[in-house]
């Protein structure tokens, strides 16, 4: 079965530092591969994807993310981190096919400190 | 840019009552979704919906869970005699079924059962 592993439960950065958010995932293809960022008592926002081609990818809000086939992973980065980054980030899998159920990891919160 | 809407925002309902949670798709979309996140841990696929009729379901979409699109444009979840573990953050998604698209997520229904 399809899974997510978002090793890092909490991290903590100074305001301007970089960040890299780690997510793997367990599949023998190629997922559609995606995170999304929450807020507290928010929904979720999608920061960016990636479906095919180019490996790394941009987003909204600063952030890219790169896919490694060969580590299975999707790491998520940001040079500089803003104050109002601070939130709860998921990396989702969608595995089968484009209209597929997505699969959560359990979130990386990032607290931020000026 | 268009977006999924969900009301209530906030639902409390006393144990063995039914709820009715409602969602807006997008307009032109043509996939349906219900997640839950109870407080705390990770985003989990309850069900997915296409044509009028359910593609597929989780093992936590058992048979007080119901879905269905009765007027065309809303998208319910209803939750037959609910327990106090239903207690969770309920978010609709919606898919295009384009390719290379992602899901669109709702700001989420905040379900809490006394």
């Known amino acids: 079965a399809q899974s997510v592993t978002q090793p890092d439960i909490h991290i903590t950065v100074s305001e301007g530092a970089s960040l890299e958010l780690r997510c793997n995932y367990s599949?023998?293809?190629?997922?559609?591969l995606f995170w999304y960022v929450q807020s507290p008592g928010q929904g979720l926002q999608l920061l960016l994807k990636y479906f095919s081609g180019d490996t790394l990818v941009q987003g909204i809000k600063g952030f890219e993310a790169e896919f490694k086939r060969s580590q299975s992973s999707f790491n998520l980065r940001k040079p500089s981190v803003h104050w109002s980054d601070a939130a709860e980030y998921f990396c989702?899998?969608?595995?089968?096919?484009?209209?597929?159920?997505?699969?959560f990891g359990t979130g990386t919160r990032l607290q931020v400190f000026p | 840019e268009p977006e999924v809407t969900q009301t209530p925002s906030h639902q409390v309902t006393q144990m063995g009552q039914e709820v009715i949670l409602r969602c807006v798709p997008i307009?032109?979309?043509?996939?349906f979704y219900w997640y839950r996140q109870i407080l705390g841990q990770k985003v989990e696929f309850l069900v997915s919906f296409y044509n009028n009729e359910i593609s597929e379901k989780s093992e936590i979409f058992d048979d007080q869970f119901s879905v269905e699109r009765p007027d065309g444009s809303n998208f319910t979840l209803k939750i037959r005699s609910t327990k106090l573990e239903d207690s969770a953050m309920y978010f609709c998604?919606?898919?295009?079924?384009?390719?290379?698209?992602?899901?669109?997520f709702g700001d989420g229904t905040r379900l809490s059962i006394l």
């Open positions: 989702a899998v969608g595995a089968n096919y484009n209209t597929d159920k997505l699969i």
């Open positions: 998604a919606t898919h295009t079924g384009v390719d290379n698209q992602p899901q669109h």
């Open positions: 307009s032109n979309h043509l996939y």
């Open positions: 599949y023998g293809a190629t997922p559609y």
